[in-house]
């Protein structure tokens, strides 16, 4: 679709919706006329349109938390964009990560962030890490450490290796589940976050599984 095919409405604005590339969170969700999407284009930096200043602004040129786009995507109806891209750091005014925190359930008071269901797992995860009463399983293997955690993850890479080859697709999905799991419990050991793999999954797109191996290959080499 091209730019003259989207339905700018009577101020000539698109209605933004903004996604992170990698765990598929909704960020925001602004505004852009005409020129805010050009810029959006040629620079890969979020810009949007301000309808109570009526101005074009670049996201973060005050705070620094920014928006880089790696892909704009129109609805249907052309009347609606997706910025597709990655922010660094806080994307709502109010500092949290996204704008989308406020719960409407009846008798919510804890405000917590929209994420897709690979997010609320971690963000689970993580929770029960820093609970010192928790009694969980994912608390017993984080508290063995590393050589627990490694035996589970190679005792269920062995049963869905075999759930591949001999099993039903519903025990292969279950045996899925159970090797990304106790994978997940091994990042939150290593603090480390489970978008720093979707990212690299990332990277790899358009890249042959031969390159990354031997893209691999090579850095592990012995040097001379």
Same mark, same amino acid.
């Given at each position: 679709?091209?730019?003259?095919? *989207?339905?700018?409405?009577? =101020?000539? &604005? ?7 590339? @990698?765990t ?6 602004? %505004? @852009?006329?005409?020129?805010? /999407? ?36 129109? +609805?249907?109806?052309?009347?609606? /964009?997706?910025y597709?891209?990655? $922010? ?9 990560e996204?704008?989308f #925190? !406020? =719960?409407l359930?009846?008798?919510?008071a804890?405000?917590?962030? $929209?994420?897709?269901?690979?997010g609320? *797992? ?20 984080l508290?063995?450490?590393?050589p ?5 993850? =190679?005792?269920? @890479?062995?049963?869905?290796a075999?759930?591949? @080859? ?9 045996? #899925?589940? +159970?090797?990304?799991? %106790?994978? &997940?419990?091994?990042?939150? %050991?290593?603090g480390?976050?489970?978008?720093? /793999?979707?990212?690299? &999954? ?15 290959? !090579? &850095? ?5």
């Amino acid at each position: 679709m091209k730019l003259d095919e *989207l339905k700018w409405d009577e =101020r000539g &604005l698109v209605t933004v919706v903004v996604q992170d590339v @990698a765990t598929g969170e909704i960020r925001m969700l602004a %505004h @852009a006329n005409r020129e805010a /999407v050009e810029n959006t284009l040629s620079t890969g930096e979020a810009h949007f349109y301000s309808r109570s200043r009526r101005a074009q602004w670049k996201k973060g040129e005050s705070s620094g938390h920014t928006i880089r786009v790696d892909e704009i995507v129109a +609805d249907c109806d052309g009347d609606a /964009v997706l910025y597709l891209g990655e $922010a660094t750091g806080p994307s709502c005014h109010t500092l949290e990560e996204t704008c989308f #925190f !406020e =719960r409407l359930d009846a008798g919510a008071a804890k405000k917590e962030p $929209a994420l897709p269901i690979l997010g609320r *797992l971690e963000r689970e995860l993580n929770a029960r890490r820093d609970s010192s009463g928790d009694k969980s399983y994912t608390r017993y293997l984080l508290d063995r450490g590393a050589p627990k955690i490694g035996e589970k993850i =190679r005792e269920e @890479a062995g049963e869905l290796a075999e759930a591949i @080859a001999n099993e039903s697709d519903e025990r292969v999905v279950s045996e #899925f589940a +159970d090797l990304f799991y %106790h994978a &997940l419990v091994g990042l939150i %050991h290593r603090g480390i976050p489970l978008r720093a /793999v979707l990212a690299e &999954l990332g990277r790899r797109f358009g890249r042959s599984g031969h390159e990354e191996k031997a893209s691999r290959s !090579e &850095l592990n080499a012995p040097k001379g």
